[in-house]
């Protein structure tokens, strides 16, 4: 495992940072809890890297570690081992807890599911808090930037009031106006919207989309299907594990253990630009889901004369025909103009994973049928005079 190059915490509010810099990296970590049952492993080598600017959801099951992973990302927790590195620092090797909390100050925004505003304050002395932890303006500035904030999320109405006296949604947006108010270039969100209604969560959404517009990140924990829609990736953990986004995209319906269980042994290939895949009347030995570049699905009529009967792209797969229908490649399947990165499953996991996820196989069944549609359409329209 190699460390990341980093900066010294203490540098890490420059705001100029090279922008091609990611700006979250966690390699090999792992987080391991004890209690008086034993040792117990909740992060189990995480590898991951988020870019700057992303909108990113994470989902997993109830107790799959997505709280530990913010944790490891805020510097709320510490990793076991690995390393974590944040907008160009590495947040654990040779930093003090004070020194850490304040660095979180200046780079973070966290939100988590109970707003946890402080109800002895006023909503716009909430959002003061934090500028006066870091101290990162005027005293006199203060008041009016945290007004700015309120405004921006619809609450300037509310600023003198308490928290109990707003409802659970107006809540969050204040805990939200709290989060950005030291302008940090990346805001955690740990169930954001957990705790409030459809329409409040809708709101809170929209806000997100803002900042990221604006050019923030957002990493955003979520149960809820139609906000991870609303992100521009989607990571799946699964106790302890990450999936592999190519086969969670390819096979969304399948049970995360089969997706993990297909991290582990998928193979990458990569092909250079128009090197043949599978060749016609091939045996098939993989299902292939495609990771980067595009693949060229080609039919040859009885002149051996081609024909392009389908583009396929990242996220979209090919081979499953052969696989299902048993026999040979009734196609060339080539790479596009581009290189091209598969990862390919072994047959026989491929088979029976399907026979015990009833949804995927019917999905992919689906597919097959629209495929070979297409395919007869061609063939037609090569046999025409
Ligand atoms: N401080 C701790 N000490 C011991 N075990 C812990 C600690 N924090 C978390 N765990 C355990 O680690 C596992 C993962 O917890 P975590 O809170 O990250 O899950 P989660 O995916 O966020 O779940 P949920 O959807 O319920 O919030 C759980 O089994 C939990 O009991
Ligand atoms: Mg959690």
């Known amino acids: 495992m190699k460390a990341p190059r980093v900066k010294p915490i203490n540098d890490s509010v420059k705001k100029n940072e090279s922008a091609s810099e990611a700006m979250i990296e966690l390699r090999g970590v792992v987080k391991r809890f004890s209690n008086a049952a034993g040792e117990f492993t909740v992060l189990k080598g995480v590898d991951l890297t988020i870019d700057r600017g992303e909108f990113v959801s994470i989902v997993g099951k109830s107790g799959s570690g997505k709280s530990t992973l913010l944790n490891m990302v805020t510097g709320i927790d510490h990793p076991t081992d690995g390393h974590v590195v944040v907008n160009g620092s590495d947040i654990y090797t040779g930093v003090t807890e004070s020194q850490r909390s304040k660095w979180r100050g200046k780079n973070l925004g966290i939100v988590f599911q109970f707003f946890q505003l402080l109800p002895m304050l006023t909503l716009l002395e909430n959002v003061m808090l934090p500028m006066d932890y870091v101290d990162l303006y005027d005293f006199d ?90 992100t521009n990736r989607n990571i799946i953990i699964s106790d302890g594990e990450l999936i592999n986004e190519t086969i969670s995209k390819s096979l969304p319906q399948l049970r995360h253990r089969h997706m993990l269980e297909f991290t582990k042994i998928a193979e990458e290939h990569i092909y250079l630009p128009h090197e043949t895949i599978i060749s016609r009347d091939q045996n098939i030995d993989y299902f292939f889901m495609i990771r980067k570049g595009e693949v060229d699905v080609v039919l040859e009529d009885k002149k051996k004369k081609e024909s392009l009967v389908s583009r396929l792209q990242a996220g979209e797969f090919f081979g499953e025909m052969e696989l299902l229908r048993g026999g040979k ?55 025409m005079p």
């Open 141 to 230: 500035e203060r008041p009016a930037r945290a007004m700015e904030l309120l405004k921006l999320v619809g609450l300037e109405k509310f600023a003198n009031k308490l928290p109990v006296l707003v409802s659970t949604g107006q809540q969050q947006l204040a805990a939200i106006a709290r989060a950005m108010a030291c302008d940090p270039p990346l805001l955690v969100a740990d169930e954001p919207t957990g705790n409030l209604d459809s329409r409040s969560a809708d709101t809170i959404i929209q806000l997100f989309e803002g900042f990221v517009a604006q050019g923030k990140t957002i990493v955003m924990v979520t149960h809820d299907p139609s906000l991870t829609s609303r």
């Open 329 to 383: 490649s009734i196609a060339n399947v080539r790479a596009g103009d581009q290189p091209v990165e598969v990862l390919a499953l072994p047959r026989a996991d491929f088979i029976r994973v399907l026979d015990e996820s009833p949804v995927t196989a019917d999905a992919i069944r689906k597919i097959v049928q629209s495929r070979l549609e297409a395919h007869k359409v061609a063939d037609q329209r090569s046999t």
